[in-house]
């Protein structure tokens, strides 16, 4: 089991002990991708785990490169200035390596050069004295588009290069990298544990990793990339039988509709977000991932039907017996090469057990001891017969690590209790707070993973039922969350957590995931 372990205070492991993971690389070869991710992944398994950069330590103490000695980043001699201010840096990052060690938490991924066997020999010294593991990571990188598109996307973002010509930034760039290669060391020394990855996940080595722990994150490294791809999360269309777990209904006429829209606003979004990053939609796969419930696999079909031909999926609008055979799915066409859709049984929703079809009023009154328990831990709590969040975590692993594995735009059309579980883990917020997260159907979120976390923008695009509400004026009111059915409350319903506000898709939309000295853009609209 590797989805959130703990729920406790202390967040440790305790038998896989404080490891401390030095990230090995010349600049621009994906450590800090590498290094995010890591952190991304062990949070959420419920490890205390922080990343610390040397460039944002540096960056966040003396300000932009503009601000350094003109010799701070070349080779040779250097002034004392330049000799003071670079080991201020090196002593403040270790300062707060041991800070975090020293406050309860258990891993550390030193985000830095350490180009030389010398300094990573001192600095491992020092913490295997203090019992702390040490591993090496290295990031090796020879795919010359690689480390340019990581140049132009990261690297000349960062206050260091405010205000230049990209290219004549990109250019000064490589001029560090040039001058780091002349004093770069590869990783030979054997008597530390290491691991080694060529190109962001094409190839990777080991030496010694030992324990659980050091495992799974060797498992983990062996599935991330760095190529760019989006991903959108939208909830399935309105069923029949909207708020029974165990009725696995079809698409209501208004559910139809809803997919129809669904994949014109999609199309439509996802085209213009590829385009303004200089990205050909029609060279690009779109991957949809669903659940094997049938609300959820026929929210997809109207990607794989003709848009001339659309009106073949209103027959099973009109019954609740549409057939699940694979070959009563719309034929292959041309305007579905593009499209792939899979279904995924572990992305079921929530089993509500014996709460199947309750409203929080109802749960509450006929469960008075079930429900006290439930409101004090709504992530761990476990209905009679039913699953708790915790379950529901653990049975999404295999679906993380395909979700880091998949190198096509993917769009996931799912149950609102497994998409909080899934932008829980991209955007890094806390197990507690996954019962927390409003998924309002109507709403498409659009992530798309950097390497200092997620740029994301929330979306409205339907106002149909399930969404739309009438007041007494005979006026629409939009505001989902101020009255909607909270039947089937596991689906519908976010439990406040640890006295925190709810939050809402749009919210999810503005959380930054960057790094210490600035942040990434995050937009939300509604169109």
Not at 20 to 26: A, D, E, N, T
Not at 120 to 132: M, P, S, V
Not at 138 to 151: F, G, P
Request: aromatic letters at 10%; hydrophobic letters at 35%; one cysteine or more.
């Amino acid at each position: 089991m590797a989805a959130p372990l703990y729920t406790t205070a202390s967040g440790l492991l305790f038998h896989a002990g404080k490891i401390l993971i030095l990230m090995v690389g010349l600049p621009a070869r994906g450590k800090t991708h590498i290094s995010r991710a890591i952190e991304r992944y062990l949070r959420w398994m419920g490890v205390k785990t922080q990343v610390i950069s040397l460039g944002d330590y540096r960056r966040k103490t003396l300000g932009g490169a503009q601000k350094l000695p003109s010799d701070y980043f070349t080779l040779g001699e250097k002034s004392p200035e330049t000799m003071t201010l670079r080991k201020m840096v090196s002593d403040g990052c270790e300062k707060h390596i041991w800070d975090f060690f020293e406050g309860g938490g258990q891993v550390v991924v030193y985000d830095a050069n350490n180009g030389t066997q010398k300094s990573r020999q001192t600095l491992a010294e020092k913490f295997d004295k203090a019992g702390i593991h040490v591993i090496m990571l290295e990031s090796i990188c020879d795919n010359k588009e690689m480390i340019e598109t990581n140049i132009r996307n990261v690297k000349i973002s960062s206050p260091d290069y405010s205000g230049w010509d990209p290219d004549k930034a990109v250019e000064d760039y490589y001029g560090r990298i040039r001058d780091r290669e002349m004093s770069y060391e590869t990783i030979i020394e054997t008597n530390w544990p290491f691991i080694r990855i060529f190109n962001v996940g094409e190839k990777i080595m080991v030496n010694n990793i030992r324990g659980y722990l050091q495992s799974r994150i060797v498992f983990f490294l062996m599935n991330i990339h760095n190529r760019f791809r989006m991903i959108y999360f939208a909830r399935s269309g309105q069923s029949l039988i909207e708020h029974s777990y165990k009725a696995d209904s079809d698409l209501s006429p208004a559910g139809w509709e809803y997919a129809e829209r669904l994949k014109e606003f999609v199309s439509e979004r996802r085209a213009k977000s590829l385009e303004q990053r200089g990205y050909n939609p029609n060279d690009r796969r779109l991957v949809i991932w669903t659940s094997t419930r049938r609300r959820a696999h026929h929210t997809a079909w109207p990607f794989l039907t003709p848009a001339q031909a659309s009106s073949a999926s209103e027959p099973a609008a009109s019954s609740q017996s549409t057939p699940t055979d694979k070959t009563d799915q719309p034929k292959e066409s041309a305007s579905r090469r593009q499209v792939k859709v899979i279904e995924k049984p572990q992305m079921s929703e929530i089993n509500p057990g014996v709460w199947d079809g309750f409203t929080p009023d109802q749960a509450r009154r006929l469960y008075p001891e079930e429900w006290a328990r439930f409101v004090k831990d709504p992530y761990a709590f476990r209905a009679p017969r039913a699953e708790s969040y915790h379950d529901l975590s653990v049975r999404l692993e295999p679906i993380l690590i395909e979700l880091e594995r998949e190198k096509e735009d993917l769009l996931i059309i799912g149950h609102s209790s497994v998409i909080r579980c899934l932008l829980s883990y991209l955007i890094g917020l806390p197990a507690s707070e996954i019962p927390a997260i409003e998924i309002a159907r109507g709403d498409l979120l659009e992530v798309v993973p950097t390497s200092y976390g997620v740029h994301s923008q929330a979306f409205h695009f339907w106002d149909g039922p399930g969404r739309r509400v009438v007041t007494g004026e005979g006026e629409v009111e939009l505001d989902y969350l101020s009255h909607k059915d909270e039947t089937n409350f596991y689906e519908n319903y976010a439990e406040d957590t640890k006295g925190k506000k709810r939050v809402t898709t749009i919210d999810i939309a503005s959380l930054s995931h960057g790094g210490d000295d600035y942040n990434l853009p995050h937009q939300a609209e509604n169109l």
